[in-house]
Structures are given as structure tokens and as C-alpha cells.
């Protein structure tokens, strides 16, 4: 991998790449971070070697989100399409992709596991989007989330900012399976493996074929344009980062 990396790690070996988000304690996504995560999928994406890619984090959380002083006017249309296309890298990566979460996914972390193909949790992992609660909500979850868990669970996470536990999350089906915290790296190695032993160039043509019947991401781009032109004009979006940022209970205009 070129170039130093100060807030992701990337190892490769038997077909295995490992993206690991090193910003502890938290994994809080800044818009250099995100630079890094997309400069080490586009590189990692053009490996034939690959068979299969694996999502991890190091620290107390898998990452609490995007950073919210990076939703402020003078940066929020760098940092949203920014992330979008990690998003989208995530999803569109050429060979199936294994999200190990071992704690906390929230706002943008739960996005970036849910772009996901596969994703295995920790028992004390929890799964969450509280963006509605800043006055904002999640473009890539509005996206994707109701594919996967369908609309009304979709709607009530969006709508209430709520988060599930692990074992809720893999019975509505947003993660794969939930397992105890000791068997949880055993679990992510074994499905790793298990991939990992497989045809490269069928896993390919796997993954392309479900983007085929499942991607969804040309809405994505209108999702985009919701949040920059329209949300991002409103006095309540701003006031629910300023609240937040000054740690005081935000005061709604409703406009």
C-alpha cells in the first residue's frame, strides 16, 4: 500500500486483506480518515490476489461515526460525498467484503457496516443511527438499510435514532449473526477462511452479480442532494450541531 497511513491499517496474506480503523478510542471518522479508507480500497480493489476483505476495528468502539465538526457548512460538502464513496467503494468491492464488529456501530459506523456484504458481531456489539437526533439523518441508511431489515424496522431506527443490540440486529437481519465475545474472532477468521479457500474469480462474478439484482446506489446521488441542498439550509440542522458541539440541549425552531 502506498503512502503512509495514520488512522486505518491494511494487511494482505492468502487472499485475505484486513481494513482496520485505528483511530481509538472511538474510530470517530474525520475527512482525513475517510481520505485514507478510500485511497486503501481504490489501491486494495485493483489486487486480483484478493479473495475476500475484512472490516475491523481497534479500540473501545467500532467507530462512533463521522466526525461532527465535520458537518459544519465549511466542510460538510467535502465530508458527505467523501464518505459516500467510501460507502459506495464498500459496496461496490470487487470481492465480497466481511465486517467484524466487535462494539459499538453508530451513525456512520453502522453505515459503513452495513455496506458490508457479510457481518459478523460481537454479542456486546450494538448497531445504531442517531442522526435524527442532531436534526440530521443518515443519506447512506436511507439507502440501504431499508433493503436489508425492510421498512418499517428501517423507519423506526431513522425515525427514533434508537440503537439495537447485537442479537436484535441479526434476527431483523442487518448483521449475519451475533456470537460470544470469545468466539468472536474465531468466528470472523473461520468465515475468512472459509471464503478465502474459495474460487477468486467466481467470488467476483458472485459479487457482481448481486450488485446486479441489489444495488441501489444510484439513489444514492439524490440522497446526496437532499442532505447538501436542502437539510444542510435548514436552521434546526444547524442548531443540532451547535448543541451537540457545546454540549447543551438543542432549542428547535422546526425550520
Same mark, same amino acid.
Given at each position: ?76 460538502? $467535502? *465530508?458527505?460525498?467523501?464518505? +459516500?464513496?467510501?460507502? @459506495?467503494?464498500? &459496496? ?7 465486517? #467484524? %464488529? ?53 423507519? $423506526? *431506527?431513522?425515525?427514533?435514532? +434508537?440503537?439495537?443490540? @447485537?442479537?436484535? &440486529? ?7 449473526? #451475533? %456470537? ?76
Amino acid at each position: 500500500m502506498s503512502g503512509n497511513l495514520q488512522f486505518v491499517d491494511w494487511t494482505s496474506g492468502d487472499g485475505i486483506g484486513r481494513l482496520t480503523l485505528n483511530r481509538p478510542p472511538l474510530n470517530i471518522m474525520n475527512i482525513p480518515m475517510l481520505r485514507e479508507m478510500e485511497r486503501v480500497l481504490e489501491e486494495a480493489g485493483s489486487d486480483d490476489t484478493l479473495r475476500v476483505l475484512i472490516l475491523a476495528a481497534k479500540g473501545k468502539l467500532f467507530s462512533a461515526g463521522v466526525d461532527v465538526t465535520d458537518h459544519t457548512p465549511d466542510r460538510v460538502h $467535502e *465530508m458527505i460525498p467523501l464518505f +459516500d464513496r467510501v460507502c @459506495a467503494a464498500l &459496496a461496490t468491492f470487487p470481492v465480497p467484503t466481511l465486517a #467484524a %464488529v466487535h462494539a459499538a456501530a453508530l451513525g456512520g459506523g453502522c453505515e459503513i457496516a452495513m455496506c458490508c456484504d457479510l457481518v459478523i458481531a460481537s454479542e456486546n456489539a450494538s448497531f445504531g443511527q442517531p442522526e435524527i437526533r442532531l436534526a440530521s439523518f443518515a443519506p447512506v441508511a436511507a439507502v440501504r438499510l431499508p433493503a436489508l431489515v425492510g421498512y418499517r424496522k428501517a423507519a $423506526e *431506527m431513522l425515525f427514533t435514532g +434508537d440503537s439495537i443490540d @447485537a442479537k436484535d &440486529a441479526a434476527q431483523i437481519g442487518l448483521i449475519n449473526r #451475533a %456470537v460470544p465475545s470469545g468466539e468472536f474472532e474465531s468466528s470472523v477468521e473461520q468465515m475468512a477462511g472459509k471464503l478465502g479457500d474459495l474460487s477468486a474469480i467466481a467470488l467476483r462474478m458472485c459479487k457482481e452479480a448481486l450488485r446486479v439484482t441489489t444495488g441501489r446506489w444510484a439513489s444514492l446521488a439524490d440522497m446526496e442532494r437532499l442532505y447538501l441542498e436542502k437539510l444542510m439550509s435548514t436552521e434546526d440542522a444547524h442548531e443540532g450541531l451547535a448543541a451537540f458541539l457545546l454540549k447543551r440541549a438543542p432549542e428547535w425552531k422546526h425550520k
